[in-house]
């Protein structure tokens, strides 16, 4: 259950009239979010998802809301945030912070085949190049630096094994992040957490991709190595699976082919893609929020992807 702030009917019959989406007719929770109030709601018109944000702000949204706005008018499969009739998407629904998007058709593939990750390979390509002239400017929020500053946090809760591989990780890639190569990459704005969960497939048709709110500007190439890292693998081992990460990055080769450095850069993108989901759980793991509500995911699955990715040869880019 995830529904931190209840809406019904009554509240929205007033608040409805600044859209002209018709008179609501029903209003459902989710159950499935963990960091907002997210609810599917019917209206005359259509069906919308309507989301109370609870821990972003006023100034933190517009990034991610007019970034959905920008991609879904470059024709880049993604919820639309509805405008109100003074033409803004940023509204305010018992004091807090709310949208009203568009509902995605289907459900998440969470048993992934090769016809899945192409899809997801070519929309993510698309992605970022219609990005590419986006005007507003944020850092992935979970890069480089909250790594550096999460890792003495979560050091002292770990045993000595799973210490010196997380010193080790970042301190390669810190170095990483000096060289001519990491210079090289081409970047802009990026999901980030772009994991099975939060992509819609109705049947092997793609619908669109959600849940933007870890998107920031980062390497496109990062952004490919979070997929690749959750739909192209053996969850139980975290290994790769080499026929889903080949359908997937030859579909988003074909759409936008990797530059040279990016080749270079993979395998040490695929252990940045693993680090930054292993830093995360291990906080959300050690150090719970307050009235948090859901069990935490399992730090170890990415340990053992970040091992897999150190030990094991990945594949070629192209
Ligand atoms: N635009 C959308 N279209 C269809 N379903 C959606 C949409 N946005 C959210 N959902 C549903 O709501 C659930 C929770 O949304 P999500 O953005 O993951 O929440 P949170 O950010 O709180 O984790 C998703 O798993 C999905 O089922
Ligand atoms: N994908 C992340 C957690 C983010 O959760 P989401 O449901 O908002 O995508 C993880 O698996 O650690």
Same mark, same amino acid.
């Given at each position: 259950?995830?529904?931190?702030?209840?809406?019904? #009917?009554?509240?929205?019959?007033?608040?409805?009239?600044?859209?002209?989406?018709?008179? %609501? #007719?029903?209003?459902?929770?989710?159950? $499935?979010?963990?960091?907002? $109030?997210?609810?599917?709601?019917?209206?005359?018109?259509?069906?919308?998802?309507?989301?109370?944000?609870?821990?972003?702000?006023?100034?933190? #949204?517009?990034?991610?809301?007019?970034?959905?706005?920008?991609?879904?008018?470059?024709?880049?499969?993604? %919820?639309? %945030?509805?405008?109100?009739? !003074?033409?803004?998407?940023?509204?305010?629904?018992?004091?807090?912070?709310? $949208?009203?998007?568009?509902? #995605?058709?289907?459900?998440?593939?969470?048993?992934?085949? %090769?016809?899945?990750?192409?899809?997801?390979?070519?929309?993510?390509?698309?992605?970022?190049?219609?990005?590419?002239?986006?005007?507003?400017?944020?850092?992935?929020?979970?890069?480089? &630096?909250?790594?550096?500053?999460?890792?003495? @946090?979560?050091?002292?809760?770990?045993?000595? &094994? !799973?210490?010196?591989?997380?010193?080790?990780?970042?301190?390669?890639?810190?170095?990483?992040?000096?060289?001519?190569?990491?210079? !090289?990459?081409?970047?802009?704005?990026?999901?980030? &957490?772009?994991?099975?969960?939060?992509?819609?497939?109705?049947?092997?048709?793609?619908?669109?991709?959600?849940?933007?709110?870890?998107?920031?500007?980062?390497?496109?190439?990062?952004? @490919?190595?979070?997929? @690749?890292?959750?739909?192209?693998?053996?969850?139980?081992?975290?290994?790769? &699976?080499?026929?889903?990460? =080949?359908?997937?990055?030859?579909?988003?080769?074909?759409?936008?082919?990797?530059?040279?450095?990016?080749?270079?850069?993979?395998?040490?993108?695929?252990?940045?893609?693993?680090?930054?989901?292993?830093? $995360? =759980?291990?906080?959300?793991?050690?150090?719970?929020?307050?009235?948090?509500?859901?069990?935490?995911?399992?730090?170890?699955?990415?340990?053992?992807?970040?091992? !897999?990715?150190?030990?094991?040869?990945?594949?070629?880019?192209?």
């Amino acid at each position: 259950m995830a529904v931190f702030t209840p809406v019904n #009917l009554d509240d929205l019959t007033d608040w409805m009239h600044q859209f002209k989406l018709g008179k %609501p #007719l029903a209003i459902k929770g989710i159950a $499935s979010g963990i960091e907002n $109030s997210n609810f599917f709601l019917t209206t005359e018109t259509g069906e919308f998802v309507l989301t109370i944000f609870e821990q972003l702000s006023f100034a933190q #949204l517009p990034f991610y809301l007019h970034l959905m706005r920008h991609l879904a008018e470059r024709g880049v499969l993604v %919820p639309v %945030p509805i405008a109100n009739q !003074q033409g803004e998407i940023i509204h305010t629904l018992h004091g807090k912070p709310a $949208s009203i998007v568009t509902k #995605l058709e289907g459900a998440s593939q969470l048993d992934p085949r %090769p016809v899945h990750c192409a899809a997801v390979g070519a929309m993510l390509a698309k992605m970022h190049m219609a990005g590419e002239d986006f005007g507003i400017r944020q850092p992935n929020l979970r890069g480089l &630096d909250w790594w550096q500053a999460t890792t003495p @946090v979560v050091l002292p809760y770990l045993p000595e &094994d !799973q210490q010196h591989l997380l010193r080790a990780e970042i301190h390669a890639q810190e170095a990483f992040a000096a060289s001519a190569i990491y210079r !090289q990459l081409p970047h802009g704005p990026v999901h980030a &957490d772009l994991f099975r969960n939060n992509v819609m497939f109705d049947g092997e048709r793609l619908t669109g991709f959600f849940d933007f709110y870890f998107a920031g500007c980062d390497t496109w190439i990062f952004d @490919v190595a979070v997929t @690749v890292n959750d739909w192209c693998i053996d969850l139980e081992t975290g290994a790769l &699976d080499f026929a889903r990460a =080949r359908a997937m990055l030859d579909a988003y080769h074909a759409v936008r082919p990797f530059n040279e450095a990016e080749k270079h850069a993979w395998k040490p993108v695929l252990q940045a893609g693993a680090l930054r989901f292993w830093l $995360s =759980r291990l906080y959300d793991f050690h150090l719970p929020r307050e009235a948090e509500m859901l069990t935490p995911h399992d730090p170890t699955h990415f340990e053992r992807i970040l091992r !897999q990715r150190i030990e094991n040869p990945v594949p070629q880019l192209y």
